[in-house]
């Protein structure tokens, strides 16, 4: 399993980044995916998951209304659009990928659900 993340990048707050997630080495629609951030000396928060058996999607209270997860599976690539972007979202993002297991919801609560993780993109909103 790889998973190479993209997109991060020093925004102002109010702003807008996309993040991509390009997978490989297993089969894309049997799984969940998502993306998780931790901010300094803060711990790791599921943001944003999709089921790609089913398109179920979650999103953190922190995030509904301002991030949409998206998968595109002819290119195995999923996308976090981050929009009216906060100082308090500044944090390294992950992409996760797992089996599709339990619900959505469940899997993207609980950082133990996911047993591959990229290597993490920064995301910096200034205020």
């Known amino acids: 399993v790889q998973l190479v993340e993209s997109g991060g990048g020093l925004v102002q707050a109010g702003g807008s980044l996309r993040l991509s997630c390009a997978a ?8 969940a995916i998502g993306w998780f951030r931790q901010a ?6 599921g943001v944003s998951c999709i089921a790609i058996t089913d398109s179920s999607t979650y999103y953190a209270d922190s995030v509904k209304g301002r991030f949409t997860v998206s998968s595109d599976s002819a290119k195995s690539t999923v996308y976090l ?4 972007l906060k100082p308090e979202d500044t944090a390294v993002y992950y992409c996760v990928a797992d089996p599709h297991r339990l619900s959505i919801r469940t ?3 609980h950082s133990a659900s996911f047993r591959s993780w990229g290597q993490g993109t920064q995301v910096t909103v200034s205020s």
């Open 81 to 84: 659009q981050m929009n009216n």
């Open 24 to 31: 490989s080495g297993f089969t894309f629609g049997d799984y």
């Open 107 to 109: 899997m993207c609560r």
């Open 40 to 45: 300094t000396g803060k711990p790791r928060e």
